[in-house]
């Protein structure tokens, strides 16, 4: 396995490099640029070529990569420039990535705790009430989209019930546990809901294709049933595939965090891309877009290791 993750390692830089290739060229090609957000209505000529020069804006677009890149490699993410100006971009992430994994793991629990459950009872259940009702709900939770689901549960929580943790904003935990958890509800419904729907109909799936297997046919032929062909068999076998699932809802929720953060008010990294967007702030877009590709990357990794605890057949390093 240590052979199969040194591999899996090295395979990451190349994808990194192209990655970083990508996120430099598209922010640097967008129209419009920092110096207008820092200078306002105040467009000097003279000034804004002093501040390019400053900024080493002025230099080629393969120079100023290949500069951005010597000083990743050494750990300088660079300086925000409008967000915050002069403020450290590796800072500016560390206080706010607690909060965005946060609202990321919450969102993931939930989903869990409906998808699995939900999955589960439609297979059994199939083609009854149960599994009807399931499959409107998933094919509602779905369709929905989570920033319209944020307003709607906002305006549900925060305007007619008057709530003081329904209209957004963020408490955090050495504040107290339970306003922590009462401000991430919220957001956690609006960024799970979808995922939660797409799992639960691969469960389903999952459920009802190992169901069909000879194996659990001759099983019950043999008189084995009940739970314990459920639990034992036909469940563990069913969540291989439904673990890849899960493994790229994660990927998403970093990246649905985004419009949650922003809709909920909520001092996260998504947030913080936002505003750099909006203000044209090319190293924290470039720092937090990487990041999350980094992270990604390490999700998929521990995804492919869970195969194998879920199933001892799958070896790694070449054997299979």
Do not use: C
Not at 89 to 102: D, M, P
Not at 185 to 199: C, R, S
Not at 217 to 227: F, L, P, S, V
């Amino acid at each position: 396995m240590g052979v199969y993750i040194l591999k899996r390692l090295l395979l990451a830089i190349p994808t990194l490099l192209v990655a970083s290739v990508l996120i430099f060229s598209l922010v640097h090609m967008a129209p419009g640029g920092p110096i207008r957000i820092m200078l306002g209505d105040y467009q000097d000529p003279v000034l804004i070529e002093r501040l390019r020069h400053q900024l080493g804006l002025d230099l080629p677009l393969y120079k100023q990569y290949f500069h951005w890149l010597n000083n990743l490699l050494h750990g300088d993410l660079g300086f925000s420039i409008t967000v915050h100006r002069g403020a450290p971009v590796v800072q500016l992430i560390a206080q706010r990535i607690s909060v965005t994994l946060e609202l990321a793991a919450f969102s993931m629990a939930i989903a869990l705790l409906i998808a699995i459950p939900a999955g589960i009872v439609s297979a059994l259940q199939q083609n009854k009430l149960a599994d009807h009702v399931a499959r409107l709900v998933a094919l509602a939770g779905v369709s929905i989209p989570n920033f319209f689901l944020g307003i709607l549960l906002i305006l549900i929580f925060g305007v007619y019930l008057r709530q003081p943790w329904g209209a957004g904003g963020f408490v955090p935990i050495s504040r107290g546990l339970g306003k922590n958890l009462a401000h991430l509800v919220l957001p956690a419904i609006a960024l799970g809901t979808a995922y939660a729907a797409i799992i639960m109909r691969m469960m389903r799936s999952a459920m009802l294709d190992v169901m069909g297997q000879d194996y659990v046919r001759t099983a019950r032929a043999m008189g084995i049933g009940g739970r314990s062909i459920v639990r034992r068999d036909i469940v563990k076998n069913a969540l291989i595939p439904v673990v890849t699932v899960i493994g790229n809802s994660i990927g998403y929720l970093l990246g649905g965090s985004i419009v949650t953060e922003t809709v909920f008010r909520m001092p996260g990294v998504g947030n913080l891309v936002i505003n750099g967007i909006f203000r044209r702030d090319f190293p924290v877009i470039q720092a937090v877009v990487l990041f999350i590709v980094v992270l990604r990357i390490v999700i998929n990794l521990v995804v492919d290791l869970l195969y194998g605890v879920l199933d001892p057949r799958i070896r790694y390093g070449g054997a299979e």
